[in-house]
């Protein structure tokens, strides 16, 4: 199975301010998808931002962009703008094109959002 | 348009107990899924389907099962409870393997 590393449990930031989430990932595979979740405190599983590996391109979604760097096999989060709402446990997941390709997710990191 | 829905969203089980936890998508989607999710360990993939009558098992699926007779129901079976079962359940289905999942709003499960 693929791994997903989030090594940063807990992040704050400054309401206003910009904040950056780091995710790295192991494979072997040269076609998949990156996703970002978001859980509020509903618990509810939103999705925030998707990149498909074979695009250069970084992905952007409003305040909400990502660094994807294939080789170095990392796909971080930036939010710009934070809000208090932003405040939420985020995850990366990965999901191979082949197989059965389900989504692996990271242990997630938790944003405070400071006012 | 409900989309995935859960029930129960909480449930206290006593060990040994055995229950269903309920999955419907009224969006015609062929690929289910059941994941858990525990504190410190992300979400882990207990079970999906491609489409009805289809079932493979993910990370951790020792204890459950599950079976897909329609397109619209996915449930998720606990045999005999443990301990070890407490979790947030979720479920999340998604049109064909190139869409986004859409999950659930999860079922906390307690089993003492």
């Known amino acids: 199975a693929q791994t997903v590393t989030q090594s940063q449990p807990e992040m704050s930031v400054q309401e206003a301010e910009t904040v950056t989430l780091s995710c790295t990932y192991d494979?072997?595979?040269?076609?998949?998808?990156l996703f970002w979740y978001k859980q509020p405190p509903s618990r509810q599983m939103i999705l925030v931002i998707r990149q498909e590996a074979y695009k250069q391109q970084n992905a952007t979604e409003n305040r909400f962009s990502v660094n994807f760097q294939k080789a170095a096999k990392s796909f971080s989060l930036k939010i710009s703008d934070s809000q208090l709402g932003d405040a939420a446990m985020y995850f990366c997941?990965?999901?191979?094109?082949?197989?059965?390709?389900?989504?692996?997710f990271g242990t997630g990191t938790r944003l405070t959002v400071i006012p | 348009n409900a989309g995935v829905t859960q029930t129960p969203k909480f449930q206290v089980l006593k060990t040994g107990q055995s229950m269903t936890l309920q999955c419907a998508q009224d969006?015609?989607?062929?690929?289910m899924s059941w994941y858990r999710q525990d504190p410190g360990m992300g979400l882990r993939l207990i079970h999906y389907?491609?489409?009805?009558?289809?079932?493979d098992q993910g990370e951790v699926p020792n204890g459950y099962n599950v079976s897909r007779s329609t397109t619209e129901d996915f449930p998720l079976r606990l045999l005999s409870a443990a301990p070890s079962q407490t979790s947030v359940y979720f479920c999340?289905?998604?049109?064909?393997?190139?869409?986004?999942?859409?999950f659930g709003q999860g079922t906390r499960l307690t089993v003492v």
């Open positions: 494979t072997s595979e040269s076609d998949y998808y």
């Open positions: 997941a990965y999901r191979s094109e082949t197989g059965a390709n389900n989504l692996f």
């Open positions: 389907s491609v489409g009805a009558g289809i079932t």
């Open positions: 999340a289905s998604r049109e064909d393997r190139n869409t986004e999942a859409f």
């Open positions: 969006m015609n989607h062929e690929y």
